[in-house]
């Protein structure tokens, strides 16, 4: 065998190499596109935390220079140090007694960032209009049932654009209020111009962008 066609057979093994790296590139770049993500129930939002233990009572602090008998027991009204005693026990009581704070909503249950504003809920939303987009001006009545999103035929809001996945998001009740849950999506979920990573509330007219469509949910 030749130099030349020793380097010739190394260049056709190259090539078929690099001509599978590529075709397994387009298919795991395709993939939650093809497929989406498996839909994960959300689950019963953890007990809420534990009251803060109550901090013990301070032992009171005799007072120096006085003798434990002077003046009678420091319990009686005769006593010279009677007011003083009381006045410590109840501060003692007070500093015992554990404050009230505001507690963290409990960990894994959806939360959102619009606190100032309705939130959309089975009784404030009706339906589901679109803004923008292909579909424009299209209304879909809402009902206790989750709505998906996606270029497939079975999603109960079909879009079919360049950048809207077959499974794209889904719109869910919890709580009797309105989730917008991304399904893994290519080019993601946006509610209010910020990106939907977990299942958020949804307010009342704010827009939910899916690709180049643009719906709200209204009374």
């Given at each position: 065998m030749t130099v030349s066609t020793l380097t010739?057979?190394?260049l056709r093994i190259g090539f078929l190499l690099l001509l599978w790296l590529f075709v397994f590139a387009i298919v795991y770049a395709l993939r939650s596109d093809l497929f989406g993500q498996r839909v994960r129930k959300l689950q019963d939002a953890p007990a809420s935390a534990p009251?803060?233990?109550?901090?013990?009572a301070r032992p009171t602090v005799p007072t120096p220079g006085v003798a434990p008998g002077a003046g009678g027991p420091v319990?009686?009204?005769?006593?010279?140090?009677a007011g003083l005693a009381r006045a410590t026990t109840g501060a003692v009581a007070t500093a015992g007694r554990p404050t009230q704070s505001h507690q963290r909503?409990?960990?894994g249950e959806p939360t959102s960032g619009f606190s100032n504003r309705p939130m959309a809920t089975v009784l404030t939303a009706n339906k589901l209009v679109?803004?923008?987009g292909p579909r424009r001006g299209t209304e879909v009545p809402l009902g206790n049932e989750p709505i998906t999103i996606g270029r497939s035929g079975e999603s109960g809001l079909v879009i079919r654009d360049d950048y809207t996945s077959t499974h794209h998001a889904r719109l869910?009740?919890?709580n009797n209020e309105w989730m917008i849950q991304d399904l893994d999506s290519t080019n993601g979920t946006f509610l209010d111009?910020?990106?939907?990573?977990?299942?958020?509330?949804?307010p009342l007219d704010a827009p939910v962008k899916i690709g180049t469509t643009t719906f709200e949910l209204r009374r």
């Open positions: 010739l057979l190394v009251a803060p233990p109550t901090p013990a319990g009686t009204p005769d006593h010279p140090l909503p409990p960990a679109i803004t923008s869910m009740l919890w111009g910020q990106r939907v990573t977990v299942p958020t509330q949804v």
